[in-house]
């Protein structure tokens, strides 16, 4: 069973940890539009951005060779095709800038045609000052294995891998200078996150981890208002998306109010409050469904293919009773008070 350790509930994504800003970056933000400042558009290709063999890539890499200086582009070169693909709106094709065909991170330049094979936009990231602080063919103190198990060490003995571990080699801006780094993604059940490592090849240390997996959390009474001494705040487990109290066992229905939405995964409500009711029920329900699954494997294959449980909060008018429907697949949950 997978559970959230309480070092992957409190390790903050990386979006979230502390990056030291430095007063000048080496990298330009892209924002370039047609219909704000128009720019012919290529004939034959006059740079070096590499083309894809589909007519949108080599269409774009042309725009990008033609107008590198006006869209700030001083080395197009360091630009590679790395991806197409088509929304409602047009087709849009994206470039990677390499170092000595190692990718830089966060170094993205999008280039949008319209639906009628037009280039209409620029986005992305650039880096226009890119010198590596070590030399791109230095040799590395640590191997890819030896990454690996740096990473693995750090989240401990106990830990447990879910997936196969990932590795690539990348430039990281850090510490004021573009550096080689390894990046070691481990997926794990304990503790639970996608862990993402990057790693200081020459000097064999770990320089950056964070977790990139989001956590529900929710505050409930273990037992009832009567004997326990107050809430708790516990972890909302096998949830589908951490911003809804659907999960692997039980989704929950609010009879009286649209249900509970937490865009930061923190479904925390006092107990006067309607949402409160449908914490209760998720994590009392989903709690129960995991133990009994964990029993008797038939069982959790059995609730598994007769699909996800409703629990119906606020059920009837002041319904003085809680039942389940075999019809509906669903346990009603009544406030008390009213008729049986």
Known sequence: MICPGKSSQHRKPFLSAPVAAPTAVPWIDLSWFRADSPLQEAGAARGTVPAGRDAAPRKAARFLNAHAKSLGINNPSSLIHLRTWKSGGGTHVRFQQVVHAIPVIGALVDVHLDRGGKVCAVTGSFHRRLFLARGAGEAARMTRAEAIQAALDDLGRRARVRAPVKFYELICWMRGAHQRVYKVVVPSSRPLGTWVYLLDPFRGIVVRSYNVMRFARGRIYRTSPVEDAGLSEVALERLRAPVELKGEHVAVINED??????????????????????????????????????????????????????????????????????????????????AA
């Open 257 to 338: 109010a649209p249900e509970a939405r937490a865009g930061d995964g923190l479904f925390i409500f006092a107990p006067e409050v309607t949402h409160f009711d449908e914490v209760m029920a998720y994590y009392h329900i989903d709690r129960i469904a995991s133990f009994f699954g964990a029993l008797d494997p038939s069982l959790a294959a059995a609730m598994s293919s007769s699909g996800t449980m409703h629990a119906c909060v606020h059920a009837g008018d002041s319904m003085d009773n809680a039942y389940y429907d075999p019809a509906t697949n669903g346990i009603y949950l009544g406030d008390g008070g009213g």
